[in-house]
């Protein structure tokens, strides 16, 4: 059973405003992993992190940021969100050992309107 | 072409009956094959994984796996409401980066 955390669960706010979504690891998974995915559709990678201090940005294009100071958290930033923004956000970490399988967190779901 | 492909179903099977999934990819490098269920509105949870020609069982759930044509497919014996949802076919490709790249789901209909 993964321990991934993901604040908050739910999240409506209007356009304009800055949020940050929060993901945390108590397994000590060097790397972390940001998804989006829109109802029905398929999961895109947006960032992903192979330790501190290294980010990179995935296969989706997004207007989002993300850090990673410290092992076991990577928030994810949008300085001014806009409708197009809604979504799923799903965070997933792995001990990047051969097999690399990923544990997902419990995803926010995110509504601006 | 998409990198990986599913049906999208529906799938539909009567409870008891064999469900069988099935994805393909189009990196032949591709090295690690994963599948996951998702609920709908949830995270997706791991079924298992597989890396090697042949199959790999885990209780009612055996995956199987042809590179040579770059095919692998999902096994569910005894099929289950409870088994209801979308899974997902997952690729690690031969990159350095070793993120997952996921199909986008064949949605399981189980019938009592």
């Known amino acids: 059973e993964a321990d991934i955390y993901q604040t908050p669960r739910y999240l409506v706010i209007g356009t304009g405003k800055k949020i940050t979504l929060e993901c945390s690891q108590t397994?000590?998974?060097?790397?972390m992993y940001w998804y989006q995915q829109d109802p029905g559709m398929e999961l895109h990678l947006i960032h992903y992190?192979?330790?501190?201090?290294?980010?990179e940005k995935g296969d989706l294009s997004s207007e989002s940021t993300v850090s990673r100071i410290r092992t076991e958290h990577f928030p994810l930033t949008l300085e001014s969100a806009r409708p197009s923004h809604t979504s799923q956000y799903l965070c997933?970490?792995?001990?990047?050992?051969?097999?690399?399988?990923?544990?997902f967190g419990p995803g926010t779901r995110l509504t601006v309107l | 072409q998409k990198e990986v492909e599913q049906n999208s179903g529906p799938l539909s099977v009567p409870e008891g009956a064999i469900a069988s999934l099935n994805c393909t990819y189009s990196?032949?490098?591709?090295?690690?094959f994963f599948w996951y269920r998702q609920y709908s509105g949830k995270s997706p949870e791991l079924i298992m994984f597989?890396?090697?020609?042949g199959d790999k069982e885990d209780g009612r759930f055996t995956a199987q796996l042809n590179k040579a044509s770059q095919y692998v497919s999902l096994l569910i014996r005894d099929s289950q409401p409870s088994d209801s949802a979308t899974y997902l076919c997952?690729?690690?490709?031969?990159?350095?980066?070793?993120?997952?790249?996921f199909g986008s789901g064949t949605r399981l209909q189980v019938q009592p």
């Open positions: 997933a970490s792995s001990a990047g050992q051969e097999i690399d399988t990923q544990y």
């Open positions: 397994m000590g998974h060097d790397k």
């Open positions: 992190s192979y330790g501190v201090n290294s980010t």
């Open positions: 597989i890396y090697s020609n």
């Open positions: 990196d032949r490098g591709s090295q690690s």
């Open positions: 997952a690729v690690i490709k031969d990159t350095g980066r070793r993120a997952l790249t």
